[in-house]
């Protein structure tokens, strides 16, 4: 229903259109493209039909009450925050399952060389594969293999504050990968993980197997 | 707010979650000369045309470029490579999916013979059909570190006959693999873990 109010209401949105708020140029002509084809609220409009008939100033109390108009620093923030718990719940997710494949591997892992051990990933029943390896005097450390076009540039590993060991978790689909870790920019193979027969340019590789997930 | 707006966010933060997986690239690098681009192009249409798996393929060659090895030793690479998949196919029969048939040419590249993987099929076969991708992974994994290949291929079979799982047979390398860490012989480990788990799922 559109009321006598409307004209206001728009003006009210025009005014707080031409204000200057700090918003990249694309979201800001998004923004201002969503509110200008956005009907009247339908909150609103069923407020105005409860009270058409009890008089102005009981209307008026209601829409302050009641009304739900959202302007363009309002869409603004409450995308923002869904982007932000969208990211928490992922790293909070990550963090759990990761925890959880690298406690499998250090209860089973062989004994490996002082200088260098891994705690790797043999298998995963799920697609997010931690791997982890203690490289102490190392400098950089990146992970390549089958799932990432052995490009030294594209997973470089962390070193974690808590334990000295680098790692990274990655999401992989189910299946075989091959891969090696580039440590100072020597390649080497993963010394917990099974290896793969491959040497055919110079050095193994290893193996992890991503099961599908269980259905 | 916008449903738009709302869809937008979310798109945003599931490219978040996903972040790190990517698709394989059926792509040749560029680093490698147009005449050996052409002759690994001819390789892999050939095996795609027998209907072999050719990610192992791209895989191969990327994995030559990156460790800078020269263009003759990539197209061999992929020359062998292409031949131990089509042996392995011919080994885990028609069925056999990309996975199992990748792992089994890593297999016999260890050392195992065609019959080893003809026989884990049958094995397989007896059992519910469960891929034997992981059972593969053990076994070239197990020959490359000093286990006689017939000797693991009998091992492994026999697990597998036995309806012994994927992650049980991953804990059954490893095992095999801390034994010989500590010095113990490979026939010795082999077999003492063999028994162990044998032993274990017997009523």
Same mark, same amino acid.
């Given at each position: ?23 990249? =140029? &694309? ?10 084809? *956005?009907?009247?609220?339908? +909150? @609103?409009? #069923? $407020? ?62 062989? =004994? &490996? ?10 298998? *995963?029943?799920?697609?997010? +594969? @931690?791997? #982890? $390896? ?80 269980? +259905? | ?203």
């Amino acid at each position: 229903m559109s009321g006598p109010d409307e004209p206001r209401w728009l003006d009210e949105i025009a005014g707080e259109l031409r204000r200057e708020v700090p918003v990249r =140029p &694309a979201w800001r002509a998004r923004l201002l493209d969503e509110v200008a084809r *956005a009907p009247k609220p339908a +909150v @609103r409009r #069923e $407020i105005d039909e409860t009270f058409d008939d009890r008089g102005e100033d009981a209307l008026d109390t209601a829409r302050r009450r009641w009304s739900l108009t959202v302007g363009p620093l309002g869409s603004l923030a409450a995308a923002m925050m869904l982007v932000a718990l969208g990211a928490g719940a992922t790293y909070v997710a990550m963090s759990r399952l990761g925890a959880n494949a690298s406690q499998r591997s250090a209860q089973t892992s062989a =004994p &490996a060389p002082s200088h260098l051990v891994s705690s790797a990933p043999v298998s *995963a029943e799920r697609e997010i +594969v @931690r791997f #982890e $390896i203690a490289a102490p005097r190392a400098s950089h450390v990146a992970l390549v293999g089958s799932f990432n076009e052995w490009d030294p540039g594209a997973t470089p590993l962390s070193r974690d504050p808590a334990t000295g060991k680098w790692v990274v978790s990655l999401r992989l689909p189910p299946g075989r990968h091959v891969y090696a870790f580039v440590v100072d920019g020597d390649v080497t193979a993963d010394p917990s993980a099974p290896r793969a027969a491959d040497e055919d340019f110079g050095s193994p590789n290893s193996v992890v197997f991503v099961s599908s997930p269980r +259905v | 707010m916008s449903v738009r707006l709302l869809a937008l966010a979310t798109v945003f933060a599931a490219s978040v979650a996903t972040a790190g997986a990517q698709e394989s690239d059926r792509t040749l690098p560029s680093q490698l000369s147009a005449p050996t681009r052409a002759t690994l192009e001819r390789l892999i249409d050939s095996a795609r045309v027998a209907g072999l798996p050719v990610d192992p393929l791209y895989s191969k060659v990327r994995e030559g470029v990156f460790r800078a090895a020269d263009e003759p030793r990539v197209v061999a690479a992929v020359q062998r490579l292409t031949r131990d998949l089509g042996d392995a196919r011919l080994a885990l029969g028609d069925g056999a999916g990309a996975e199992e048939i990748a792992a089994g040419a890593n297999a016999l590249r260890a050392g195992l013979h065609p019959a080893d993987l003809s026989r884990l099929r049958e094995s397989r076969d007896r059992r519910d059909n469960h891929p034997l991708t992981v059972a593969l992974v053990v076994l070239a994994d197990l020959a490359t570190r000093g286990v006689p290949p017939a000797m693991a291929a009998a091992s492994v079979n026999e697990l597998v006959a036995r309806n012994v799982s994927d992650g049980s047979l991953l804990s059954f390398r490893q095992n095999v693999e801390r034994d010989l860490v500590g010095g113990r012989s490979p026939a010795s480990a082999l077999d003492a873990r063999t028994r162990a788990m044998i032993d274990d799922r017997k009523p």
